[in-house]
């Protein structure tokens, strides 16, 4: 059994009938300490972040722009540079999924350096959320844009000759994205703390320094692959094909 952290064990003392509630609503049955570290880590992850924009939101300004601004801005700048490249010049109709997405994973991520929190993101089933949504939201996407006969299409290959053998080929490439998303962002996630836990226990100063930064690294990298694959299935999804 996962050692409870201290906002997990607060949400278990206090909000147990909570917790029970929602395990009801997909069928599973009450447990004394229904709460998780993931669940609870991913909860105060969003409100970090619903804080932060509001403080964001209510210090913007055309004139005189903070520090807080700028960074926000910065961010902004390169998803939208990055929408515009993946999925072409109507990047900017589908830059809130991609956007948010690369914002909450990158603070779930970040969230593991901080001392008596943990990652919520090297728990299988959190990438696996994200990685299904992901699925759900390109394919609606292409089926609006392009209509559900020629999103069809996609399947069917260039030649229809070619269909009975290319349309098991997409299905199954589809079906395994999630799966690719889900591996990709856990794997590396789970890997880079637990090496920065084990170095931080055999060594007090210098080193684990290091791999802290390391985890930095990653975390970066692991939320922006996420947000560019997500572009990219977006852009083939609802390319109008010549």
């Known amino acids: 059994m996962e050692k409870e952290l201290w906002t997990t064990k607060i ?26 570290n993931f669940i609870t880590m991913e909860i105060l992850v969003a409100l970090i972040i619903v804080v932060l924009f ?26 939208h540079d990055q929408a515009e490249e993946a999925i072409g010049h109507n990047g900017y109709k589908y830059l809130a999924f991609p956007g948010t997405l690369f914002i909450f994973i990158l603070f779930m991520n970040l969230i593991g350096i901080v ?27 292409g089926v609006l844009a392009l209509g559900p006969l020629k999103y069809a299409g996609h399947f069917v290959g260039p030649m229809p000759l070619m269909a009975p053998l290319m349309i ?25 703390e637990k090496v920065t836990m084990v170095f931080m226990t055999l060594v007090a100063l210098g080193v684990p320094v290091l791999f802290m930064a ?29």
């Open 11 to 36: 949400f278990n003392n206090y909000l147990p009938g909570l917790g029970n509630a929602a395990l009801k609503l997909v069928g599973r049955p009450s447990e004394a300490r229904p709460w998780a």
């Open 54 to 79: 509001a403080v964001l939101r209510a210090r913007l300004s055309v004139r005189t722009p903070g520090k807080l601004q700028h960074c926000f801005e910065l961010v902004y700048n390169f998803v």
């Open 115 to 141: 001392p008596g929190f943990e990652s919520p993101t090297m728990t299988p089933s959190v990438p696996a959320g994200c990685a299904i949504a992901t699925f759900f939201y390109y394919n609606l996407m």
């Open 168 to 192: 098991p080929i997409e299905i199954a490439s589809h079906l395994g994205r999630p799966l690719s998303l889900t591996i990709r962002l856990f794997a590396n996630m789970f890997a880079g």
């Open 214 to 242: 390391l985890h930095v690294f990653v975390s970066l990298l692991q939320a922006y692959v996420f947000m560019l694959l997500t572009m990219m299935y977006v852009g083939t999804g609802t390319a109008h094909e010549h």
